[in-house]
C-alpha cells in the first residue's frame, strides 16, 4: 500500500513538470481545476466579469500585501473615492473563515508604520488616478464616462480614469483579479494590463416590489450585486395593481389603503433615500417606474374616482374598476402632484411611465368615457390612450424630467414625442422587428425582451441570455445607434425577498457582460467559467447565487444553526 502511494505521486510530478498547465481531472474536480487540486479552489479565481474590451494578462504571478495595502490617490480625492477604498479593502481581504479580518484604518496605520512592502515584486498598494472633481455628492446619470485603465506589473498597479464612476468599475475589476492562496493567508494578482469601458450607457435591472414586497436590506444587497457586474440603472418596479408601498407625503391614503400592509410593507421616504444613496455611492441609477394608466389598480382605494368605473351589459356599474379615468381634469391634477413628489423623492433625470397592457374594455363599457370622447373629438380608445399618455408626458417635461414607456403606445400608434425612450419587453412574435420598427421611427430605445429572468427552466438556461444582442436587429447605423441599452428583469409574481437573489443571480451577470462587453465576446466556454466565478465570488461577499452546474465553491454559504 505504501508503495503504491509513493508511486501514485512520483507520477503525478513527473507528469507536472512536463506540463505546467497539468490539468487534474476526475469526477470531483472540474475541467477548471489547473495544477494540482489540493492548493486550488475549485472554480478558477482572477477571471473577470464582464469581459474587460482589452484585457492583456501573463503568467507572472505578484503578491499581494495584505498587511500595510493601501489604495493610493494620485489625482482628486473625495469622501465618496475614500468610502470605496474602506469597501474594497474588506472585498479583497476580509474573507469568511480566514484568520485575516483587519479593516483599512488598521492597514494604513501598519503602512505608515513600516512603510510599502515590495519586496519580490509584491504589490503594496494601487494608486488611482481621478482626473475630474468628486466632491460633493455627485449623482450618477445616463451618459457618464465609466472607462477606466488597470495596468499591475512588478513595478506597480495603478488605476486611471476621468471620473469616480470609472474608478469604481476599476476597483471592482481589481478586486476580481486578486486571488488568494487555499490557506487564505496570501494574496496574489498576475501582471495585468486592462483598457476598458461599457458598449452602452444604459444596463438596467428591473425589481419588482409590488407583487411581493421585498425589505429594503435585500434590496441593497441587490444593489450590492448590481455593482459587482457593473451595471449602473437599478429599475424600481416600486408599485402596481397588487400593493402600493410607496409612502407619499402628499397622499398619504396611497400606501395607507394600498399596500399590503401599511405599517410593514412600505417604503418611507427615509427607505428610498437609503437605497438611493447605496446606489449613487456605487455609480448606480435609481429609475422609479409608476405605472399608468394600467396596472393601477392598488391605487384606487387611496384615491376615490381615479379609476374608471365598469358597466355591465345592464348598463349598470358592475363594481369592478379598469384604468385611470382619462376623461377627468382630477386625474392630471392628482398626477401632476404625484409626480411632482416622485421627482424630488427620485433625482434621476429619468421617470418610467409604464403604459403597457392597457385593457380599453372598461373603458368601452363606461358611458361617462363614451361621452367624454364624442366632446373632444377622439374616435377611437387607441386616440383616447393617446391623449392620456401626451397630457401625462406634458406633466413630466414640465418638471424637466424625461421618461421611458413600455413599447404598447408605439405599437398602438400613439403620438410620442421624438425625446420618448421606448423599453421594448415582448418576446413575440420577434423583439428584433420591434427594435427595427421603434428606431425606425426615430425613438431611442432599451429592450428587455429576452431578459425576463423570471422565467425559470431546468438546468443551465443562461446561454440564450448571452446570445441576445441589443444591436442584431435589421436596421442602419443611424437606428443601432439609437439603442441606449437595456435591461434584465425580475418580475415578482413568484418572487419576494426570499429568493430574489437566488433566482436572479448569477444569471444577470451574463446580461451584464452583453450589455458592457464588446459585441465580439460570445464565447460561451469563455462566459461559463467566468460565471462560475462570479458565482463563487458572490458567495464569498455573502450574496446569494444559485449554482450553475456541479461543482462547488472554496468558500460555501455559512448560515446560522436552525433558531427552533
Given at each position: ?409 408605439v405599437d398602438n400608434g400613439v403620438k410620442l414625442a421624438k425625446d420618448t425612450v421606448v423599453n421594448i419587453w415582448k418576446a413575440n412574435p420577434d423583439p428584433s422587428a ?131
Amino acid at each position: 500500500m505504501k508503495s503504491s502511494i509513493i508511486f501514485l505521486f512520483c507520477y503525478l510530478a513527473f507528469a507536472f513538470s512536463l506540463n505546467s498547465n497539468f490539468q487534474f481531472e476526475n469526477r470531483y474536480f472540474p475541467k477548471s481545476v489547473s495544477a494540482f487540486p489540493f492548493d486550488t479552489p475549485a472554480v478558477k479565481e482572477g477571471l473577470p466579469t464582464p469581459l474587460p474590451k482589452v484585457w492583456k494578462t501573463s503568467n507572472s504571478v505578484l503578491n499581494v500585501q495584505n498587511s500595510g495595502f493601501v489604495f493610493e490617490s494620485t489625482g482628486s480625492s473625495c469622501d465618496d473615492l475614500t468610502a470605496a477604498f474602506e469597501r474594497y479593502y474588506k472585498i479583497l481581504f476580509d474573507t469568511p473563515g480566514e484568520s485575516f479580518n483587519k479593516d483599512y484604518s488598521w492597514s494604513k496605520a501598519y503602512r505608515q508604520k513600516y512603510g510599502i512592502w515590495n519586496r519580490n515584486g509584491g504589490i503594496g498598494a494601487l494608486y488611482v488616478n481621478v482626473e475630474t472633481s468628486c466632491s460633493g455628492k455627485p449623482m450618477p446619470a445616463f451618459g457618464m464616462d465609466e472607462d477606466y485603465t488597470l495596468n499591475i506589473s512588478s513595478a506597480g498597479a495603478k488605476l486611471e480614469a476621468k471620473t469616480l464612476w470609472g474608478a469604481l468599475r476599476g476597483l471592482e475589476t481589481f478586486s476580481q483579479l486578486v486571488y488568494s492562496s487555499s490557506s487564505g493567508q496570501m494574496w496574489y494578482v498576475n501582471e495585468t494590463m486592462i483598457e476598458d469601458g461599457p458598449r452602452f450607457p444604459h444596463r438596467g435591472f428591473l425589481v419588482d416590489t409590488s407583487r411581493h414586497y421585498v425589505e429594503k436590506n435585500i434590496l441593497l444587497q441587490f444593489v450590492s450585486a448590481l455593482s459587482m457586474a457593473k451595471y449602473n440603472v437599478f429599475h424600481w418596479h416600486i408599485v402596481d395593481s397588487q400593493s402600493f408601498p410607496y409612502q407619499s407625503r402628499v397622499y398619504p391614503d396611497l400606501s395607507q389603503k394600498g399596500a399590503y400592509n401599511p405599517q410593514t410593507h412600505i417604503y418611507s421616504p427615509e427607505d428610498i433615500a437609503d437605497v438611493i444613496e447605496y446606489a449613487r455611492q456605487r455609480g448606480i441609477r435609481v429609475v422609479a417606474e409608476f405605472d399608468t394608466p394600467g396596472h393601477s389598480l392598488s391605487w384606487g382605494p387611496g384615491q376615490p374616482g381615479l379609476l374608471t368605473p365598469c358597466y355591465g351589459s345592464d348598463g349598470k356599474p358592475d363594481g369592478t374598476f379598469g384604468p385611470i379615468d382619462p376623461s377627468k381634469n382630477s386625474t392630471y391634477e392628482f398626477i401632476e402632484k404625484l409626480f411632482s413628489e416622485v421627482s424630488q423623492v427620485f433625482p434621476d433625470q429619468y421617470l418610467h411611465l409604464g403604459g403597457d397592457e392597457v385593457s380599453f374594455t372598461c373603458w368601452q363599457s363606461n358611458p361617462d368615457i363614451k361621452a367624454f370622447m364624442v366632446k373632444a373629438g377622439i374616435a377611437d380608445y387607441v386616440g383616447l390612450e393617446s391623449y392620456y399618455i401626451s397630457r401625462v408626458t406634458d406633466i413630466v417635461q414640465k418638471l424637466n424630467k424625461q421618461y421611458i414607456i413600455w413599447q404598447e403606445p408605439v405599437d398602438n400608434g400613439v403620438k410620442l414625442a421624438k425625446d420618448t425612450v421606448v423599453n421594448i419587453w415582448k418576446a413575440n412574435p420577434d423583439p428584433s422587428a420591434e427594435m427595427a420598427k421603434v428606431t425606425g421611427k426615430g425613438y431611442q430605445s432599451i429592450t428587455s425582451a429576452c431578459w425576463y429572468l423570471n422565467r425559470v427552466a431546468y438546468g443551465e438556461n443562461w446561454q440564450s441570455y448571452y446570445a441576445c444582442d441589443p444591436q442584431n436587429f435589421n436596421g442602419t447605423a443611424e437606428q443601432k445607434a439609437l439603442v441606449m441599452g437595456g435591461e434584465g428583469c425580475m418580475w415578482g409574481e413568484w418572487v419576494d425577498g426570499t429568493n430574489l437573489m437566488s433566482r436572479t443571480w448569477p444569471r444577470a451577470a451574463v446580461v451584464a457582460e452583453r450589455l458592457w462587453s464588446p459585441a465580439t465576446a460570445t464565447d460561451m466556454d469563455s462566459m461559463k467559467v467566468r460565471l462560475e466565478a462570479h458565482r463563487c465570488r458572490m458567495i464569498r461577499r455573502d450574496l446569494d447565487a444559485n449554482p450553475i452546474d456541479p461543482s462547488y465553491c472554496r468558500y460555501e454559504k455559512q448560515s446560522p444553526p436552525p433558531k427552533y
